[in-house]
């Protein structure tokens, strides 16, 4: 699929995940197959107020391409100004947040809450479509809640202000993570706007992949929680995608990958190192006498500690 002139071979995707998408993480995926990443969302008005946090989140300059940034506010012209000001940072294109349910950040007015004004979805589409010269695309959810189903709505607004790809996450705001998202949405918006349309939810194997794509029609998949501690999950679906065999990694395989993990992380200095311990407790999961592990890595801090741990788990 393209968006723009950017192509994603078989448009599988890693969705935004904000405390998980660093780019330790963004890399791993990638190397696993994940053919676009897309970083943590970032404050429009952070950047606008030279947040300092806003370097760490938006550095794309070892990711594989392509990748974009996502960035999160609900005034067009903070959100124009910041798209401006990340261009420093090389991204392949900018991803609109119009879908995180976090209290904190609905109670501002952006996230999900703009799907409640869809011309205002435009006019923030059209501000940062007029600020840069890369593709603009938007992430949404079905509707901010059950009596409020609007995606179809949204994802014309948007087209019509230039926006080049919608993802799609078939559950409203008020379901959160709960419940099973709504594919037929999705089906909805993929047959109401002629730009590409990202299915999001509930993708957790090839299979569930495979039937996103051939339920709703939609031009690929973004993946999520599905590949947390399972970044494999991506070879799997190319290879789904693609009529080829899949073998799972071996135990050595995935203890490397792992490793290379911890690895990449070290480039944020030991402070760094802490988003670890949810990494590899996700890893971990479900594993003989790792529940016992997991308790030492709530206390571990250096990146020696953690291979030692992982180590026992995995052998060397």
């Not at 290379?260 to 006498?289: D, F, V």
Request: with cysteine; aromatic share 8%; net charge neutral.
């Amino acid at each position: 699929m393209k968006i723009s002139d950017l192509t994603i071979k078989n448009g599988i995707f890693l969705a935004p995940m904000a405390g998980v998408t660093d780019y330790p993480f963004r890399e791993i995926c990638a190397s696993q197959g994940a053919e676009c990443v897309v970083s943590e969302m970032v404050s429009a008005k952070a950047v606008c107020y030279g947040d300092k946090k806003t370097a760490i989140l938006a550095t794309l300059e070892r990711d594989k391409r392509p990748a974009g940034i996502q960035i999160f506010g609900s005034e067009p012209y903070f959100m124009a100004s910041a798209s401006e000001k990340l261009m420093n940072y090389a991204p392949d294109f900018f991803d609109i947040n119009m879908g995180c349910p976090v209290k904190k950040v609905v109670s501002s007015g952006d996230g999900s809450a703009l799907m409640k004004n869809p011309f205002k979805c435009g006019e923030i589409v059209k501000a940062v479509k007029n600020a840069v010269n890369i593709p603009v695309t938007v992430k949404i959810r079905a509707g901010f809640d059950k009596e409020h189903i609007n995606a179809e709505e949204v994802a014309k607004y948007c087209e019509e202000a230039g926006a080049s790809a919608v993802f799609v996450h078939g559950r409203t705001r008020d379901m959160m993570y709960s419940g099973k998202a709504d594919r037929y949405i999705i089906k909805k918006v993929k047959n109401s706007v002629s730009i590409p349309v990202v299915g999001n939810g509930d993708i957790y194997s090839a299979a569930d992949a495979l039937s996103m794509l051939i339920e709703t029609g939609c031009d690929g998949v973004m993946v999520a929680r599905g590949c947390l501690g399972n970044p494999w999950l991506f070879g799997e679906i190319v290879a789904a995608m693609e009529g080829k065999g899949y073998s799972p990694p071996t135990l050595k395989e995935t203890g490397d990958v792992v490793r290379r993990h911890i690895e990449l992380q070290t480039i944020y200095g030991e402070s760094g190192l802490l988003p670890l311990r949810k990494q590899l407790a996700w890893y971990t999961k479900g594993m003989h006498g790792s529940a016992a592990l997991r308790n030492r890595l709530n206390t571990a801090s250096g990146a020696e500690e953690f291979l030692d741990i992982i180590n026992i788990i995995y052998g060397k």
